[in-house]
């Protein structure tokens, strides 16, 4: 007989980005949960989210997030520091009993293992100016210099694949020319895109620089929230992967191939990839 709570439990864990950096976390979520069913989302037809207003990043997040509860995810993940900045709060406040995850640039464990004292954060201007962040960074730079480094560009090239390369190289140069006679040791990642440059910017900044990245942490916090609500899927069997786009699906179903094809097992899990409409929803007054 299938309870309300097993119907949950096999129910999608929900994953949302503008686009498709959020495969970053994805990526590990599956490693660490590889029997749960997924739901990606990339708002691809608004990407990127980093340039616009947070008032308006924080109403399409609200329209996601609405979506995917709509198709019956049990949990939510926002793979998306800039949508997490702008909306997490409201998200919150508007679907309490909802668990929501989402994500901040890893400030606190980069700045505990620096050993020069200086630290680089790479995010989109909605990120760096959010007031989440620089609450951040007051709770727990203590004392450690942080330099805010403005990824302009760099989600674009993601999306189009552009992962390394002369033009991509010479992007990461420019952006990091302010600081180049400052000796950072760690750089957080600030945006879900940026993992899939790691080659690009280890190569740029050299080996002895640490790329620190929130998504492992990102998926073990997802794990402890399912076991804590019981939601874990413990059926043995693989939950359905599906990846949708409110973009272009011939480009989104090529780019989830290059970046996270190499964790896809061809056993009996479904794996499908759709066009969706995601209507913007009127967000509720506070
Ligand atoms: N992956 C988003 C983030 O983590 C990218 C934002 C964008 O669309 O500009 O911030």
Redesign the pocket.
Not at 47 to 51: L, S
């Given at each position: 007989m299938t309870t309300i709570h097993s119907r949950l439990v096999s129910s999608p864990i929900g994953v949302f980005?503008?686009?498709v950096?959020?495969l970053s976390v994805w990526r590990e979520i599956v490693r660490l949960l590889p029997h749960e069913a997924t739901l990606y989302l990339a708002d691809q037809a608004r990407?990127?989210?980093?340039?616009r207003p947070s008032t308006e990043v924080e109403a399409l997040t609200h329209a996601a997030v609405a979506w995917l509860l709509g198709q019956g995810a049990k949990l939510i993940v926002i793979a998306?520091?800039?949508?997490s900045a702008a909306a997490l709060t409201s998200l919150r406040r508007r679907w309490p009993d909802t668990p929501i995850v989402g994500m901040e640039p890893a400030v606190k464990p980069a700045s505990q293992a620096t050993k020069t004292g200086h630290v680089g954060v790479l995010?989109?201007p909605?990120?760096l100016r959010a007031s989440r962040f620089s609450h951040l960074v007051e709770r727990f730079a203590n004392g450690v210099q942080v330099h805010t480094l403005m990824g302009t560009g760099l989600?674009e090239m993601v999306e189009r694949n552009e992962l390394t390369g002369s033009e991509i190289e010479a992007k990461v140069r420019d952006i990091f020319s302010p600081v180049q006679n400052i000796p950072i040791d760690h750089l957080v990642l600030g945006?879900?895109?940026y993992p899939f440059l790691s080659e690009t910017l280890q190569r740029v900044l050299g080996e002895g620089v640490v790329l620190v990245d929130p998504a492992p942490a990102v998926a073990r916090q997802t794990q402890r929230v399912l076991q804590q609500r019981a939601l874990q899927k413990n059926d043995g069997q693989p939950g359905p992967w599906r990846f949708v786009t409110t973009g272009e699906l011939a480009s989104f179903t090529e780019s989830v191939w290059i970046l996270v094809g190499d964790g896809m097992d061809d056993d009996a899990r479904a794996i499908s990839f759709q066009c969706v409409e995601v209507s913007s929803s009127p967000m509720p007054i506070a």
């Open positions: 980005d503008s686009g950096g959020g990407a990127p989210y980093g340039e998306c520091n800039t949508a995010a989109t909605g990120t989600v945006c879900t895109h």
